[in-house]
Every structure is written in structure tokens, then in C-alpha cells.
């Protein structure tokens, strides 16, 4: 399970004011629960993941992951537990090295001693895992990722992510930058890996049917707050119209576009 208690990330601007991107924000997810995260821009939602993934410091608050507060742990001692994707393609894999190397890389995550080394049994286990994922990436360990198209390469950064078996899986906006072919394919991926591997997942994304779709929970952010949360009933009631109406009710203002709400 991971847990946000009260946390409040901020940033100077100067003359001694702040604008708080989250504040005193609370979630519990439970273990194996998929939660999609909608919101406007500037909502925080970003920030959310960046906070648990350890990428920007909190200002106050705690996080919890299994019941062991890891609030004080540096970015790659919670990399053995949080595996993340970016809208970015280009952002989770270095591209000049082999597909095989970023692969090597992925699967030592954490305080261990990094060593590139691609055994023969290891080489075989990829091959045969990638195969798995139908985009032909079993025949191109050995080139560099460069070399691969943006739905390869994310499909790749997705596979990474889960390489080493995290506890929790971040996405943010993983589909957003794809064309729609490359973009259902990803999401096919997500889904079946975060069910392989008995995932816990937050899914930060501006497609609202998806976020219904896909997810058990919605959790709607706005200034840097939770301003609803649906699950079971309410949310299986719940479609596009009545997301955009709940959105304008929490903010008092009248949008009458969908696309004002999660862009």
C-alpha cells in the first residue's frame, strides 16, 4: 500500500512568497489497485508522482509505502520499489546504449553494485520476455535504443519499469505523446503487466473515458488537492458528463467544455 500524509510541496518566488503545488495532500491506495489521476494543468498531479517517486523534496508531510515510512529515502533507494514511465518516449531508456544495456541496468536497480554483464541465461530470459510483448524487440537487443521507433521505445520504458518487480508503478501521461495505434498498444501493455505482476498503480492522465475505463478509482486534483474521489458505485456510475459537471461544482465556475477539464 502506499500512503500520502498531509504533504505540502512548494516553490519560492521570492520576496518571501510560495505557491504550494501540493497542499497537505492525503491518499492511501490500496495494495493492487489501479487509480487514474485527472485534473486540470498546474492541478499537482505530476508533482504527486514526482513526491513518491522522490524527485522533488516535501516541505512537510510523510510518505508511507507497505507501512515503512520512506519520506527521507533518496530517489534510487525507492527506485527498488517505484517504477515509473513519463509521456516522454525518449525519457526512461539511454539512447545510446543497447537495448540489451538498458535492459541490464533495469534489472539492478537499487544499492547494489552496478556491473553491465549480459550472461547467456539472462540474454535467453530477455529474448524470450520481449518476444512476449509482439513489437519485435527480442531481435534487436544489440542495437541502440536510438534506433527504436517512440511506441517501441515506450513499450521498452514500460517493460523496464516492471523489470525488477516494484511494488508500486507510476505513469504519467505514458500514452499521450503516441499515436492512437501505438497508444492502445501501450495501454494493452500496461494493463496486462500491472495483472502479471500484481501492480499498484497511479495513472496520471487528460483522457477522461480512459480514466473511467481503466481504473478502479478516480481521483480528481485541483490546486494542488484532492477535490473527489469515486470508487465502486459511484464511480462505475459515473461517465465524461458527470465528471466535467463534478469538476465545475468543486471549482464554482462554469466550463462548458470537456477539454477545459484535462488538458
Request: aromatic share 4%; glycine share 8%.
Amino acid at each position: 500500500m502506499i500512503r500520502v500524509e498531509n504533504i505540502v510541496v512548494s516553490f519560492d518566488l521570492g520576496g518571501g512568497q510560495e505557491h504550494r503545488v501540493l497542499d497537505n495532500l492525503s491518499l492511501a491506495v490500496q495494495q493492487g489497485q489501479t487509480v487514474s489521476i485527472i485534473g486540470s494543468n498546474g492541478a499537482g498531479k505530476s508533482t504527486l508522482l514526482n513526491a513518491i517517486a522522490g524527485t522533488v523534496p516535501l516541505r512537510a508531510g510523510r510518505i508511507y509505502l507497505d507501512g515503512k515510512e520512506m519520506t527521507s529515502w533518496p530517489e534510487w533507494e525507492r527506485a527498488m520499489y517505484v517504477g515509473r514511465v513519463r509521456q516522454d518516449p525518449m525519457a526512461g531508456t539511454a539512447g545510446e546504449m543497447t537495448v540489451l544495456d538498458n535492459l541490464a541496468l533495469a534489472s539492478r536497480k537499487g544499492p547494489r553494485r552496478f556491473r553491465i554483464a549480459t550472461p547467456a541465461r539472462f540474454v535467453r530470459e530477455m529474448e524470450e520476455k520481449l518476444g512476449n510483448l509482439g513489437m519485435g524487440l527480442e531481435s534487436r537487443l544489440h542495437e541502440n535504443v536510438s534506433r527504436l521507433s517512440g511506441g517501441q521505445r515506450q513499450a521498452l520504458t514500460l517493460f523496464m519499469a516492471v523489470l525488477s518487480q516494484p511494488t508500486v508503478l507510476l505513469l504519467d501521461e505514458h500514452t499521450a505523446a503516441l499515436d492512437p495505434a501505438n497508444a492502445e498498444m501501450i495501454d494493452a501493455l500496461t494493463r496486462r503487466f500491472i495483472e502479471e505482476y500484481q501492480l499498484t498503480a497511479l495513472i496520471v492522465t487528460h483522457d477522461m473515458k480512459r480514466a473511467l475505463r481503466e481504473a478502479s478509482r478516480v481521483v480528481m486534483m485541483h490546486e494542488g488537492q484532492i477535490i473527489a474521489d469515486l470508487s465502486g458505485d459511484e464511480k462505475k456510475n459515473m461517465d465524461v458528463a458527470g465528471l466535467v459537471q463534478l469538476f465545475k461544482t468543486a471549482r464554482g465556475e462554469d466550463y462548458t467544455e470537456d477539454r477545459d477539464l484535462l488538458i
